[in-house]
């Protein structure tokens, strides 16, 4: 009876065994190397020779994905650029504006200027050359200087002959610049 529970483990372990074997072989599982490494099988079954390691070739979609991955850090370093560009037209053009703000308000003053030059100018047409000296003697020379070319060229001539010589040499200097 010992003789026939002995064969019916064998024909168990048989009947197992075989499935497991087939299945991890077609799986690609070394079964042959793990049992090699097992003490009592060691004596049985010899170790496989180390097998070289298989290279497994790359399919052409992850060929595909590597390069469309490169061209998009290749895109993000373009839109990086491209922002960095961005931002620096626009901090130009907020300059630009600031400078044409500043050029109306300038011309605008200048506009003003030219007004108040031009009803000064008519203030001083009935007045006598020599109040007028008097007066812009008591001026800086630009506003002198903007009053006498808004003169009629007769009555500021007898302005600067009136004037002290050194004044109306800078003014006649200026006028020439």
């Known amino acids: 009876m010992a003789k026939r529970i002995i064969l019916i483990i064998v ?3 048989v009947v197992i065994m075989v499935p497991l074997f087939w299945a991890a072989r077609t799986t690609g599982f070394n079964v042959q190397a793990l ?3 097992l003490p ?5 079954i010899e170790a496989p020779p180390e097998a070289e390691p298989v290279i497994v070739p790359i399919s052409p979609l992850e060929t595909e994905n590597k390069e469309l991955q490169g061209q998009i850090r290749e895109l993000q370093e373009q839109i990086g650029a491209l922002e960095n560009e961005n931002n620096q037209l626009k901090s130009e ?8 703000t500043d050029l109306r308000a300038e011309i605008l003053t200048a506009a003003n200027l030219k007004a108040n030059a031009q009803y000064t100018t008519e203030l001083y047409k009935d007045m006598k050359p020599a109040d007028i000296v008097k007066i812009l003697d008591n001026m800086d ?11 009629e ?8 002959a009136l004037m002290d010589p050194q004044r109306a040499a800078l003014l006649t200097k200026l006028l020439l610049e």
């Open 40 to 44: 009592i099988t060691s004596m049985f």
């Open 93 to 100: 053009n907020e300059e630009i504006k600031r400078e044409i």
């Open 153 to 160: 060229p007769n009555q500021a001539s007898k302005i600067l």
């Open 11 to 13: 024909i168990v372990l």
């Open 141 to 151: 020379d630009e506003k002198a200087l903007l009053i006498l070319t808004e003169l």
């Open 35 to 37: 049992l090699s490494k």
